[in-house]
């Protein structure tokens, strides 16, 4: 039954490789269709990869090598085709606040457990 139902599409926003291996094999494992950007994409780049994904939600860490997260959020939440996308954020410290009020949907501290991501990304 669950083969007939349309995957959701997850924009999966890490630059730690082995975090995004485990996330994908996750989020595929649970029935999501998993994209990921271009790596070492620019602001921009980055920007345009989510508005191409099309992707149903996006799960940004707020810590990325090169990028804010917040920059990305900001950069979502100003293109008329993302603006309503649904976005949860996580990062290793206490930055929900900041996440928020940029415009994220939710907010998860690292380390979560997966039943914390799989709702999240439900909701």
Do not use: W, Y
């Not at 630059?15 to 029935?31: F, H, K, P, R, S």
């Amino acid at each position: 039954m669950a083969a007939a139902m349309t995957k959701r599409k997850v924009m999966l926003v890490e630059d730690d490789a082995t975090m995004q291996a485990v996330l994908t094999t996750l989020l595929e494992i649970e029935g999501f269709q998993v994209v990921v950007p271009p790596e070492r994409a620019n602001l921009d780049g980055l920007i345009q990869a989510i508005h191409d994904s099309h992707a149903d939600v996006i799960l940004l860490d707020v810590h990325l090598r090169q990028i804010s997260g917040l920059d990305v959020l900001k950069g979502i939440r100003t293109d008329t085709s993302t603006c309503s996308t649904r976005v949860v954020m996580s990062s290793g410290m206490d930055v929900k606040d900041a996440c928020m009020q940029g415009g994220a949907d939710a907010f998860l501290m690292k380390p979560f457990m997966p039943d914390d991501l799989l709702a999240m990304l439900r909701g």
